[in-house]
């Protein structure tokens, strides 16, 4: 909080009070009405008809089924997109190579295109009628409106959740360290999990929570490839969805909470992320100062 | 040949820069030129038929013209959100701190389904503009809403930190010089946080132009009123008519694409106007 003491202490760098209480003011009613009544809302909603009716939405054969498939979803995701983000970092990170920009931002790129045509390009690359579909059918694989589809679509819009927290983290860290231990005999893989690793395992935790909230939570572009065969193919938000099209609006809620829970534990998590983040990134240069 | 001395420092480089290149390229690169060879294989003729439909260009109004009222409205309430934060101590700001990111953490379809409870007619909000005749669940200004509840992280988070580096210096010296606060506000503190607030609006743009989850609720649907450009791809892909599907995924690739190379060039402009690196 130093900024803040800085901003306080004079006149030249604060405003009359009556300007600081209507900005507070009408901060926090915007901030109520667009965020905090919605959240709350999902909450009610699903607790609106008791308990029981609660409990029996989340318990049914199709929800459990739906949270199995997105947890497979998620746990295939997320580690391949870890994998990449670390092995992308490391490549523009610690090298010096052309069209470095130019990768960053295709890296970027599923974060730019409508979830929607996440799903669609697998549909035309796996789809009956896509590049891959005669052959799939002739050896009858099913990718689209199977699982397979599923995990791709989330894996395409979870692909630059590590890689993007990781660069610029990495680009602030520099080279040193590494250069030291290599120079000190230290193997590629020695040098990754003993000095690289430590160094950044915060923001890795950050990108890979971030990248587990949007594997779990993806609409659009599961919505494309799932085909909404319940109870097979229907992840938890295609399970709200369903309900709430059949005017099940208390069970929809109730599924809709599990997300709900999972969003509050990421932010949560994430603010302790970025506490301790912010602590480490204060601490450094009296570190780097010692001998 | 420094560069070349130097990349041979580390280890892995062949192996992390080739992996990186096999996986986006299969993740991301083959499939989206899918697109591209679709589109090119259905002739220009069909591809104009499709995306001059006079429901696709209703939609192309309905998706732009919102997600820029809402890119404009984020802007605002982000930058004063974003002061608020970083100027003021109040009571429940770390709480709110760390809740401007709901939008990225709630899944869409959860946000969808709230924000129709909220405001339709019988909703905790919709009950009370009902009488007064303002419809917000299934007509356009219901996107707006939703919209608006996506976009706000985007413009909060991209001009936090910025404010939060501001030196006092700057305002003091403007202060010493006559100017009062409203004039070191929007003649000094506005111009330095202006790329980043461009930034943000530019962030909130592109993820409301392509986002589906949260408004499809409550949109209604309704056609040349209340569709928005992603239901149109998904109302075609529903009829198995690829191609059409295709020729409107290629006019939103195109704006996505120069929407994403407009925000790195804002990133950039950032980065150079207040030293700081992204």
């Known amino acids: 909080m130093s900024h803040l003491s800085r901003f306080e202490k004079s006149g030249a760098t604060t405003e009359p009070r009556w300007v600081k209480y209507t900005l507070v003011a009408l901060s926090l009613s915007f901030f109520g009405f667009f965020l905090l009544l919605p959240l709350i809302s999902v909450f009610v909603e699903a607790l609106k008809k008791g308990w029981d009716v609660y409990l029996s939405a989340v318990t049914e054969p199709d929800a459990v089924s739906a949270i199995k498939l997105t947890l497979i979803a998620a746990v295939i995701a997320v580690p391949l997109n870890l994998i990449f983000g670390v092995a992308a970092a490391w490549a523009i990170t610690k090298f010096d190579f052309k069209g470095k920009h130019l990768l960053i931002t295709l890296i970027d790129l599923p974060f730019s295109v409508s979830p929607v045509i996440a799903g669609l390009i697998y549909v035309l690359v796996f789809g009956a009628q896509g590049w891959l579909g005669p052959w799939l059918d002739s050896e009858n694989i099913k990718i689209i409106f199977a699982i397979p589809g599923i995990v791709l679509a989330t894996i395409f819009v979870t692909f630059p959740f590590v890689a993007r927290e990781l660069i610029p983290l990495m680009e602030a860290q520099g080279r040193e360290e590494e250069e030291a231990a290599t120079v000190l005999g230290a193997s590629g893989w020695q040098t990754f999990f003993k000095v690289t690793l430590p160094n950044i395992k915060w923001g890795l935790l950050y990108g890979v929570i971030l990248c587990n909230a949007r594997a779990m939570g993806e609409f659009g572009a599961v919505s494309v490839v799932s085909g909404h065969i319940r109870g097979y193919t229907n992840t938890i938000p295609l399970h709200v969805e369903i309900l709430y099209n059949e005017y099940n609006f208390a069970a929809s809620f109730a599924v809709a909470s599990i997300l709900a829970l999972l969003a509050l534990l990421t932010l949560a998590v994430k603010t302790y992320v970025e506490w301790r983040l912010r602590s480490e990134t204060h601490a450094e240069p009296l570190i780097e100062g010692q001998p | ?278």
């Open chain 2, 1 to 278: 040949m420094a560069t070349l001395s130097k990349n041979k420092i580390f280890p892995g480089f062949n192996l992390s820069l080739g992996y990186t290149l096999v996986y986006l390229s299969l993740i991301v690169l083959i499939p989206i030129s899918a697109v591209a060879f679709k589109a090119g294989s259905s002739g220009f003729d069909h591809f104009w038929d499709v995306v001059s439909a006079p429901r696709v260009v209703a939609s192309y109004q309905l998706s732009f013209g919102l997600s820029l009222i809402a890119g404009f409205i984020n802007a605002i309430f982000g930058l004063m959100l974003a002061w608020v934060l970083v100027r003021y101590n109040f009571l429940g700001k770390k709480f709110i701190d760390a809740l401007v990111d709901l939008p990225f953490a709630l899944p869409t379809a959860v946000t969808g389904i709230a924000l129709t409870a909220l405001y339709s007619k019988n909703g905790w909000i919709g009950q009370y503009l009902e009488p007064l005749g303002i419809k917000v669940a299934f007509t356009p200004l219901g996107i707006l809403i939703a919209l608006i509840f996506i976009g706000l992280p985007f413009v909060v988070r991209t001009v936090q930190p910025i404010l939060e580096d501001l030196e006092t210096e700057l305002e003091e010296a403007s202060a010493s010089l006559g100017a009062n606060r409203w004039q070191t506000f929007h003649l000094v503190i506005l111009p330095i946080l202006l790329p980043a607030l461009l930034t943000g609006f530019a962030l909130a743009f592109a993820r409301a132009v392509g986002e589906y989850g949260s408004v499809i609720f409550i949109a209604g649907n309704i056609p040349l009123v209340s569709e928005i450009t992603p239901l149109m791809i998904i109302t075609r892909l529903e009829q198995y008519d690829y191609s059409g599907a295709t020729a409107i995924a290629v006019v939103m690739l195109v704006i996505s694409l120069i929407l994403l190379f407009a925000i790195n060039a804002l990133q950039a402009w950032t980065a150079k106007r207040t030293g700081r690196s992204r």
